[in-house]
């Protein structure tokens, strides 16, 4: 749960278009509203990012990121539902013609897609929907792991929700869908 202080700064953040970092599975995440571009581009930017490189999506619940599963097969559905919630994020197909370049790793026409269940990110999802989910570190560098080192590295974010990470040690394994390759571990 979220004190009201909290959520009132997180829903600022969110709807100013601006990052916040919060708990992941893993380690403290970067994170943004994925339907506004320049939100995501402030994202990419803060991490000194690569635009060649796209970002996960991170949902409470398969129906929140609904609308970027639309060229999947109802196999690929269910066998996406056995890892999820957890730390798996799936790369899917998107269609030909989407409308979310901004999320998507050079011209590809492909999403990562992660439904969580870390409680924060659970709780922050179902208060804004889904969310822009990228590990809190500059590019290259090893990822934060507390909300101290958010502080440290990022003075100027203007939210950071608190909370402990979750038990991986490493970020989640990531699979592609269509082929089932792990592309990581």
């Known amino acids: 749960m979220l004190n009201w202080r909290c959520r009132w700064e997180l829903l600022k953040c969110f709807y100013q ?3 916040f970092a919060y708990p992941t599975e893993s380690v403290f995440g970067i994170g943004c509203d994925p339907f506004n571009p320049e939100a995501v581009n ?26 970027f599963l639309t060229d999947i097969s ?10 999820w919630p957890g730390p798996t994020t799936f790369v899917v197909p998107l269609p030909k013609r989407h409308r979310w370049s901004w999320l998507t790793p050079g011209a590809q026409n492909t999403l990562a897609v992660r439904v969580s269940a870390h409680p924060r990110v659970q709780t922050l999802c ?9 590990s809190a570190n500059f590019s290259g560098s090893p ?18 929700i608190s909370g402990k990470v979750g038990g991986a040690c490493r970020p989640t ?10 592309l990581r571990s």
Do not use: N
């Open 17 to 19: 278009g601006l990052p």
């Open 42 to 67: 402030r994202v990419i930017d803060l991490k000194g990012r690569s635009r060649q490189k796209g970002v996960i999506v991170c949902a409470a619940s398969i129906d929140q990121i609904a609308p």
């Open 74 to 83: 109802a196999d690929e559905r269910r066998y996406m539902c056995q890892f």
């Open 126 to 134: 179902q208060l804004l929907g889904p969310i822009v989910s990228t």
């Open 143 to 160: 990822p934060c792991r507390h909300a101290w080192q958010i502080r440290r590295l990022f003075p100027d974010l203007p939210c950071v």
């Open 173 to 182: 394994r990531v699979i592609d869908l269509r082929t089932r390759q792990i």
